[in-house]
């Protein structure tokens, strides 16, 4: 009997071992393919010129590859997603967990989990027909495709997993810990803000990380809302993301400098997005073993 049971542990164990190794081997077989094709384009333009260029035009009569314009707008856009998506999920997350009525919990939980299954190009398609001609309106601008339609609709897209994932860590904290806040004569707002919040800042945080990915990674709902030009990024101007330009250019790119030169945008996307993801988890366990 115990001979079986150690037998089908270790075949478990063996099972998510080579599931955790394909896992790692996918990454690393997509690092070492994006670098590959990505780096013959980088040296061929010059480092400088490719990241700190400020036009980009492939198919000019000389062309030029600057990229400057995509990681500024990459940086602007993810940003303002944060700063308007992260507050609202927040304390829409510690409402829910904390002070809403069953009925109405219930609801709007079905609610965030419909809007985390609608598809990318939903939000593209509705941002496109409603948010940009209201931009167009509200801010008497030539267009609405915007940066800030860009922006708003992002925050609207990470919302979904802020708020789900902030819930199911507000509501693991032991319940003793909000008991004993409230015997010591705290309000209940004192004690979600003060004891529950604290308790669960590592989920919250992983939260924040999953809303900062989608943000970044976003293509299609982004690339109809912002105009996708390859202009310096403001706020009421068509701009161009780094995922846009390489989903938006792959499909005539031909086989010379220009397609090398978008998975040179690709590579750099990539390091992007595990600079963000290093640089958080960084601060995340600074800040656990302070």
Same mark, same amino acid.
């Given at each position: 009997?115990?001979?079986?049971?150690?037998?089908?542990?270790?075949?478990?164990?063996?099972?998510?071992?080579?599931?955790?190794?394909?896992? $790692?081997?996918?990454?690393?077989?997509?690092?070492?393919?994006?670098?590959?094709?990505?780096?013959?384009?980088?040296?061929?333009?010059?480092?400088?010129? @490719?990241?700190?260029?400020?036009?980009?035009?492939?198919?000019?009569?000389?062309?030029?590859?600057?990229?400057?314009?995509?990681?500024? &707008?990459?940086?602007?856009?993810?940003?303002?997603?944060?700063?308007?998506?992260?507050?609202?999920?927040?304390?829409?997350?510690?409402?829910?967990?904390?002070?809403?009525?069953?009925?109405?919990?219930? &609801? $709007?939980? #079905?609610?965030?989990?419909?809007?985390?299954?609608?598809?990318?190009? $939903?939000?593209?398609?509705?941002?496109?027909?409603?948010?940009?001609?209201?931009?167009?309106?509200?801010?008497? $601008?030539? =267009?609405?495709?915007?940066?800030?339609?860009?922006?708003?609709?992002?925050?609207?897209?990470?919302?979904? #997993?802020?708020?789900?994932?902030?819930?199911?860590?507000?509501?693991?904290?032991?319940?003793?810990?909000?008991? +004993?806040?409230?015997?010591?004569?705290?309000?209940?707002?004192?004690?979600?803000?003060?004891?529950?919040?604290?308790? +669960?800042?590592?989920?919250?945080?992983?939260?924040?990380?999953?809303?900062?990915?989608?943000?970044?990674?976003?293509?299609?709902?982004?690339?109809?809302?912002?105009?996708?030009?390859?202009?310096?990024?403001?706020?009421?101007?068509?701009?161009? @993301?780094?995922?846009?330009?390489?989903?938006?250019?792959?499909?005539?790119?031909?086989?010379?400098?220009?397609?090398?030169?978008? @998975?040179?945008?690709?590579?750099?996307?990539?390091?992007?997005?595990?600079?963000?993801?290093?640089?958080?988890?960084? @601060?995340?366990?600074?800040? =656990?073993?302070?």
């Amino acid at each position: 009997m115990k001979n079986s049971k150690r037998l089908f542990e270790n075949t478990v164990h063996g099972i998510f071992l080579v599931l955790g190794l394909i896992t $790692v081997g996918c990454v690393l077989l997509i690092t070492v393919y994006l670098v590959i094709s990505g780096l013959p384009a980088i040296r061929e333009i010059g480092l400088a010129k @490719f990241l700190f260029g400020k036009v980009w035009s492939p198919t000019g009569a000389e062309p030029e590859f600057g990229i400057l314009p995509f990681i500024l &707008t990459s940086v602007y856009g993810t940003a303002g997603a944060i700063l308007l998506g992260v507050p609202v999920g927040f304390f829409a997350a510690v409402y829910l967990a904390k002070a809403a009525p069953p009925r109405l919990k219930s &609801t $709007v939980e #079905s609610a965030v989990s419909l809007l985390a299954g609608i598809p990318s190009v $939903v939000y593209g398609l509705v941002g496109m027909l409603v948010l940009v001609p209201g931009i167009r309106k509200l801010f008497n $601008v030539p =267009d609405g495709a915007s940066l800030l339609a860009a922006i708003i609709v992002l925050a609207v897209m990470i919302l979904p #997993s802020i708020i789900k994932v902030s819930m199911t860590a507000l509501e693991a904290v032991p319940k003793e810990y909000e008991d +004993a806040s409230l015997a010591l004569g705290a309000t209940p707002e004192e004690t979600w803000f003060r004891v529950s919040v604290p308790a +669960a800042k590592s989920g919250i945080a992983a939260a924040v990380v999953l809303g900062v990915g989608r943000a970044i990674g976003e293509a299609m709902a982004v690339m109809m809302v912002s105009g996708n030009v390859a202009n310096m990024p403001s706020l009421f101007q068509s701009v161009r @993301f780094l995922t846009t330009a390489v989903a938006s250019e792959m499909s005539y790119a031909g086989q010379g400098l220009h397609r090398q030169a978008l @998975f040179s945008v690709a590579l750099v996307l990539f390091l992007f997005i595990m600079l963000i993801n290093a640089a958080l988890n960084f @601060f995340l366990k600074r800040k =656990d073993k302070a």
